[in-house]
C-alpha cells in the first residue's frame, strides 16, 4: 500500500516508546480498550475489543515501506484489522488503516497471575498526556475497561523493555486516577521474577 498506517491506543501513543515519523492525533470509533492477557505474555496488556458506542483517543502513523512484519513483531499475540472508515484524523488522504486487537477467545482477564505492569501503565499515559493534555489522560481512564485487575508496582525496577522517564507531574497523572479507580496495588515480592517478552 502507499499509504499504510496503523492506529496506536496504548503504548504506541507515546512516541518516546518508538521511532514512527509522521505520527499525528487520531479517534477510533467502534473499539473500547481493556485489560487483557494472552498465554503468549506473562503480564496484561492494553487491547481493543468491538463496542459501536465507543471512541478513542490515539495516534496514527504511517508504517515505513509498509513493513507491517516489523510491526507485526513488535505487536506480538495482536492481530490486525482494517479500521480505516473508523478513523477520524487531519490528514488531507485517505490512507489504510489497521488496529491491533487480540482475537476474541483468546484472552482472557488479568490476574494475579498475569497483572498489568505500572511500568507500562506509565508509558501509555505518559502519551496521553504529552498528546491530549489532562483531559485526554481522564478519557483514556475513562475509556478503558478492566481497572478491577492487580496492578504491579514495578517502578522501582521496570520490568517494561520500553519504560520511560517521568516527571513528577506525569506520574502524579497515574497515580490519582489509580486512587480515584481503586486498583488493587501489588508490590514485587507479590508477583514471580518474571520479564515480560515485549
Known amino acids: ?22 505520527a499525528v492525533p487520531a479517534q477510533l470509533t467502534g473499539w473500547r480498550r481493556i485489560w487483557r492477557h494472552t498465554d503468549l505474555r506473562p503480564v496484561a496488556y492494553l487491547t481493543v475489543v468491538p463496542d459501536p458506542e ?17 510491526l507485526d513483531a513488535r505487536e506480538a499475540a495482536y492481530i ?7 478513523v477520524r484524523h487531519p490528514l488531507p488522504h485517505r490512507p489504510e488503516i489497521a488496529v491491533y486487537t487480540i482475537p476474541d477467545g483468546l484472552h482472557a482477564a488479568p490476574s494475579h497471575a498475569h497483572p498489568i505492569l505500572l511500568s507500562y501503565l506509565d508509558v501509555v499515559v505518559q502519551g496521553y498526556f504529552r498528546e491530549f493534555g489532562t483531559a485526554g489522560v481522564q478519557r483514556f481512564f475513562d475509556t478503558t475497561d478492566g481497572w478491577d485487575a492487580p496492578l504491579l ?7 517494561y523493555p520500553r519504560h520511560q522517564s517521568l516527571t513528577a507531574q506525569e506520574r502524579d497523572q497515574t497515580d490519582q486516577h489509580l486512587d480515584r479507580l481503586g486498583v488493587s496495588i501489588l508490590s514485587p515480592d507479590q508477583w514471580p521474577d518474571q520479564c515480560p517478552d515485549e
Open 80 to 86: 490486525r484489522a482494517p479500521a480505516a472508515h473508523q
Open 1 to 22: 500500500m502507499e499509504h499504510s498506517y496503523f492506529f496506536g491506543y496504548g503504548s504506541l501513543v507515546n512516541r518516546a516508546s518508538h521511532a514512527f515519523a509522521g
Open 54 to 70: 465507543a471512541e478513542i483517543d490515539g495516534l496514527i502513523a504511517p508504517v515505513p515501506d509498509a513493513d507491517w512484519p516489523a
Open 153 to 159: 508496582d514495578d517502578r522501582s525496577t521496570p520490568r
